[in-house]
């Protein structure tokens, strides 16, 4: 997995500083198993050298390592752990330095400590947790630092938010047990607050020689020799746990059963490796419901689009959110219009949310299908806003002014729609983009909403009940998407965790 981990501080001196980096760096050669000292470019060791001799003059505050890099090493994957203060690689230390500066100025937490996630394609997507250290010769007698974890993959970085906040408090909870013993070692000793205060009360010469003092480093502050090498060793196993645990998976639904393809050598763009990818991926796929090539030879989006035609931009509109939110979708018709329709909006949710059943001999409810479809003969439940009901008139019954289809449901659509709703009717709209495309510009956005829905339901499963809007947001979702959120979450593990 190549995230960069970093530790940054709030410098009294010198403002926001990043003291302390933890960079993957894995070989490709699979042919050589000599084990290495190092697996990753020799260009990085030679820029290290360079560096040492940029870096500015820093204090007590913003130092920690200087030239000094730890190394660890994990053969079986020929992946390096490099450590060190700054990172070797000069564009990631530019981005690093650009997030350090916001993760402890303006993108703060409500109550400033805390996570958030913040950034762009161009410089990179960060998770940034800050939290703040007893200090007593700091100003405020707390030194505010945090922790960033910096991909290029937004989507994979979300999807990690639980592991990576859950460990990152765990080396939090323990840097703070540190300060707070020596805190209250040197308070009991020496209290700050009433030295301040009688200085404050004397002549200026002595209030400036207290101000003058230099920010004390982080090993003194936790008054803990090798506090470096224990957050390198935590950096190593956050970063070598996640690369065995999660892997980037290609959207199987975009890919042609023709496509031949092997995980073992799969490569992501520059600087993504998928490591470990050699586990079998399992997919909730129910073997029971029929492809929709076996029920039409009709491009699911031609469906959609004939029948959106035939409802009309309203009632198309109802249907399409009943299908989003997880209402029963119920189709009532002759049997081969009944099935192309069904199936047509089936390809709107994920494929582990659909519970189908066609040519049904008397009504089911929405315990046991989501989407089903019986004759007119077979007696059905009242307009209810629980059941979106689609009726379908043989064309030789209806009149010159009826209409062949009728959505016929008493829920009342929200003041906002759902994000992916109203991008759907966008797509629709666009005559530019032929059935074809379209059906994959599908399948993409389908996958996006669906791992925003499985970073919500992962966060439930790991006990976080409360208010879940900022990491919607962060996703990219808002509260007009909880229920749609919450409907395909159905499709996914009870406990995550």
Same mark, same amino acid.
């Given at each position: ?8 501080? +709030? ?69 390096? +752990? ?28 409500? @109550? ?17 947790? #800050? ?64 030295? $301040? ?12 020689? #207290? ?23 935590? +950096? ?34 520059? @600087? +993504? ?28 989006? #031609? ?22 939110? @997880? ?23 994920? $494929? ?109 499963? $790991? ?27 159905? @499709? ?6």
């Amino acid at each position: 997995m190549n995230a960069v981990i970093a530790l940054c501080t +709030f410098c009294e001196m010198h403002g926001p500083k990043v003291i302390f980096t933890t960079q993957t760096y894995r070989s490709f050669d699979n042919q050589n198993t000599e084990k290495l000292k190092f697996y990753g470019p020799k260009e990085v060791l030679r820029q290290a050298q360079a560096l040492f001799s940029e870096l500015q003059p820093n204090c007590e505050g913003c130092h920690s390592l200087g030239n000094l890099k730890y190394l660890s090493n994990e053969h079986e994957t020929r992946t390096s +752990f490099l450590s060190a203060q700054q990172s070797l690689m000069q564009d990631i230390r530019a981005l690093l330095k650009h997030a350090c500066i916001r993760s402890l100025s303006c993108e703060v937490h409500p @109550g400033k400590e805390g996570v958030c996630y913040f950034g762009d394609e161009s410089r990179g997507h960060v998770l940034s947790h #800050t939290f703040s250290l007893k200090d007593a010769q700091a100003r405020g007698l707390r030194r505010w630092c945090s922790f960033i974890v910096f991909m290029r993959d937004k989507q994979f970085l979300l999807n990690m938010w639980p592991f990576f906040v859950d460990n990152l408090k765990e080396i939090i909870r323990e840097l703070q047990d540190f300060a707070e013993k020596k805190y209250n070692a040197e308070e009991a000793e020496c209290p700050q607050r009433v030295v $301040r205060l009688s200085t404050a009360n004397c002549g200026p010469g002595l209030q400036s020689n #207290t101000n003058n003092k230099q920010p004390r480093a982080l090993s003194e502050i936790t008054n803990e020799k090798h506090v470096f090498v224990r957050i390198h060793m935590w +950096f190593v196993w956050i970063l070598s746990a996640g690369a065995r645990h999660f892997v980037e998976i290609l959207p199987m639904s975009l890919l042609d059963d023709e496509v031949n393809f092997n995980l073992e050598h799969l490569e992501t763009e520059e @600087g +993504f490796t998928l490591v470990n990818a050699k586990s079998p991926i399992n997919l909730s796929v129910d073997s029971r419901i029929p492809d929709f090539n076996e029920i039409s030879n009709l491009n699911p989006m #031609t469906v959609l689009r004939n029948l959106r035609r035939a409802l009309g931009h309203n009632q198309f509109r109802q249907i399409l959110y009943a299908v989003l939110i @997880g209402i029963q979708i119920l189709v009532r018709g002759p049997p081969l219009q009944t099935l192309e329709s069904l199936y047509g909006l089936c390809s709107l949710v994920p $494929r582990a949310c659909q519970r189908v059943k066609t040519h049904a001999q008397e009504y089911m409810d929405s315990n046991m299908c989501n989407f089903i479809s019986v004759d007119t003969s077979v007696a059905v439940p009242l307009p209810c806003s629980q059941v979106c009901r689609l009726d379908i008139l043989p064309v030789e019954h209806a009149g010159d002014d009826t209409r062949t289809h009728v959505v016929r449901w008493t829920g009342v659509l929200p003041s906002k729609l759902p994000t992916l709703l109203i991008k759907l009717e966008k797509s629709l709209d666009n005559e530019k983009l032929v059935d074809s495309v379209l059906k994959v510009h599908f399948s993409t956005l389908q996958e996006e909403w669906a791992n925003i829905a499985k970073v919500v339901h992962a966060m439930h499963g $790991r006990g976080h009940r409360g208010d879940l809007t900022s990491l919607m947001i962060s996703l990219g979702a808002g509260p007009q998407d909880k229920k749609l959120l919450d409907a395909w979450s159905m @499709g996914l593990p009870s406990n995550p965790a």
